[in-house]
Structure formats: C-alpha cells, structure tokens
C-alpha cells in the first residue's frame, strides 16, 4: 500500500519550508480558513509517538515559528494545532489560524468539519500561504521571533 503523504513529501516542488525532516506546506483540500498550514514529517511516522526525540524537539520549535509567522503576516489572534492521525498513516500537524473575523462554525475542530461550498478561493489560500512563507524567510535572515 502507498502512503499517500509519502508520496506527497516526495513529490512537493514548492514547500513553504523544509527543515529538520519536516515540509510545511498548505492544506491540499478545500478549506474554508486563510492560512490553513500542515507541518508534516518527511519520514514515514504514523504519529507523535513514532518520532524521535531529535524531531518531537525540531516539530516544537517550528510549529511555534509557523504560528508566530501566522499571528505576525496573517494578523490572526490565536493558532490551533492538531495533530489527529485518523486518516493517513504519516503524522502531521494542523496549523489552523482563528481570526476576529472566523464564524464559530469554523473555529477548533470545526473547521474540519466545513462544507466544500464554504472554502476560500485557492488564490486567497495561495496568497496566505505566501504571506506566511515571506514572514518566515525574513524571521530566518533576521532573527525575527
């Protein structure tokens, strides 16, 4: 059987970051919040507990990079983070801004449960996505927290 986020780390051309065994990348469904990132390892892991304590450390630190650039470039006021590993067999790592602006029914949890017909624009997820990649390029060359 093919591990379908294998064979996405595998064949990502544009990442926003690759560091430390890790791709950060945009969500690759529909989704209904701007800023929708996933932190996944590069490595085949089925979850958490199958990292070792070099990447559990290397995924703590950039998680809390990518949501200081999302706080920072997307003017969110809070970040989730899940890690739920129900459907594919590789962990990663929801990183799923709230902003003023976010309806309840897309808040937590719940923005996974969002109907396609409430999704923004690829375009406005493209451009979130970009913004976030910017901010953590200049953080990098400048030691930005």
Not at 52 to 64: D, I, N, Q
Not at 78 to 99: E, K, M, N, T
Not at 128 to 142: E, F, I, N
Request: with cysteine; net charge negative; hydrophobic share 45%.
């Amino acid at each position: 059987m093919t591990c379908t986020a294998c064979q996405f780390v595998a064949e990502a051309t544009h990442p926003i970051l690759r560091r430390d065994g890790f791709i950060l990348h945009a969500i690759t469904q529909p989704t209904p919040v701007r800023g929708w990132l996933v932190l996944t390892s590069e490595r085949h892991a089925r979850a958490w507990y199958e990292l070792t304590p070099e990447e559990s450390a290397a995924v703590g630190v950039l998680a809390r990079e990518v949501m200081q650039a999302q706080l920072n470039a997307l003017k969110a006021e809070h970040v989730y983070a899940f890690a739920i590993g129900d459907v594919l067999q590789h962990f990663h790592l929801h990183l799923i801004p709230r902003f003023a602006t976010t309806p309840t029914h897309h808040r937590g949890r719940a923005a996974f449960d969002a109907p396609v017909s409430e999704a923004i624009s690829e375009a406005e997820a493209a451009s979130a996505a970009s913004d976030v990649k910017r901010y953590l390029d200049r953080a990098a060359a400048s030691a930005l927290p």
